[in-house]
């Protein structure tokens, strides 16, 4: 197959740890019973998440650990889904089948997503601009399009990795550099130290497991990936959980237990195609350990660091 061009495949593939669906999927009644069920997972995520976020002991977590631990752990209400449904965890990306080499596209990954972060979000600073905004969104947006770009590239041309050693070493060091920054700075605190774990875990590996794992994998089962260009086989679930993991944060700017309502559509944008990057790492490797640590990486490094600035 040709990059740039777009097929329809008849029969499924094998791609990844997992056999991963490439045909047409199931009949409209099992893709109509698969969207319903993702709408309903979604609309309890959102309900629960705005809801617990007004409780004394969500206020009391922000306070004293800068996050809400409980609530980040509601990214991981579709495990209950899978369990109860006794459904192969492998089809939502939770394996650790070709672990080295999917590592090592997740550092890959991670270096590319770092590098188009700090360029967007320096733009916008000089600019003036916000990201929550529709015209900072979008060009924050730009810089994720040429990351993905970039990332296609990596992906179609990357050879499997014999050791995982280095990359777990180098994990462990950038995952304890803004705990040595603070410390050197006099300002180490747990809100510190609490920020690179909430974005490494929840943010990083518990919003991949709900948008790319659940929602994505759910919505391929049903519909399959018939779908191929520049080489990554997909079908509706990377668009749909893309859309979905935009919403999100297009939501966070509703707060109506204090009287706001605006919504972040510059944010929306921007995670839009930030969710097309981590979907397609996902298409690619069939687990969710090279987006995972793709997104939780730069959370973890940029959120301490933004703190310790005074950015925040």
């Known amino acids: 197959m040709h990059p740039g061009t777009i097929s329809q495949t008849r029969?499924?593939?094998q791609e990844g740890p997992a056999?991963?669906?490439t045909g047409t999927g199931s009949g409209a009644k099992a893709k109509l019973l698969a969207?319903?069920?993702?709408?309903?997972?979604?609309g309890v995520f959102q309900g629960l998440a705005q809801a617990w976020r007004y409780t004394g002991a969500a206020k009391w977590e922000v306070q004293?650990?800068?996050?809400s631990y409980i609530g980040g752990l509601l990214f991981f209400i579709p495990a209950l889904v899978i369990w109860l449904a006794r459904r192969n965890w492998a089809d939502y990306g939770v394996s650790f089948a070709n672990w080295r080499t999917n590592l090592d596209i997740g550092i890959k990954a991670f270096l590319v997503t770092?590098?188009?972060f700090v360029l967007g979000l320096g733009e916008l600073m000089l600019l003036g601009l916000d990201y929550r905004d529709l015209t900072g969104g979008a060009l924050a947006a730009l810089a994720t399009i040429v990351a993905i770009a970039i990332m296609i590239r990596i992906l179609n041309h990357h050879k499997p990795v014999a050791s995982g050693r280095a990359n777990l070493i180098l994990i462990a060091v950038l995952l304890v550099l803004p705990v040595g920054i603070a410390l050197w700075m006099g300002k180490l605190s747990l809100v510190i130290i609490s920020t690179v774990v909430w974005q490494f875990v929840l943010s990083g590996?518990?919003?991949e497991f709900m948008y790319r794992g659940y929602f994505q994998g759910r919505i391929n089962q049903a519909f399959g990936r018939p779908y191929q260009v520049f080489g990554i086989q997909f079908g509706p679930g990377l668009l749909i959980a893309a859309l979905l993991f935009g919403l999100m944060h297009a939501f966070n700017g509703l707060k109506p237990g204090l009287g706001i309502g605006s919504m972040y559509w510059g944010w929306a944008l921007w995670t839009f195609f930030g969710g097309l990057f981590g979907g397609i790492?996902?298409?690619k490797t069939g687990t969710l350990l090279a987006p995972g640590i793709a997104h939780g990486l730069?959370?973890?490094l940029g959120e301490p660091l933004r703190i310790l600035m005074g950015w925040v």
């Open 298 to 300: 730069p959370d973890a």
């Open 64 to 67: 004293n650990l800068g996050w």
């Open 281 to 283: 790492i996902r298409e």
């Open 35 to 42: 969207l319903i069920e993702v709408l309903l997972v979604y």
């Open 114 to 116: 770092f590098i188009s």
């Open 11 to 13: 029969s499924g593939g």
């Open 19 to 21: 056999r991963l669906q």
């Open 205 to 207: 590996f518990g919003e």
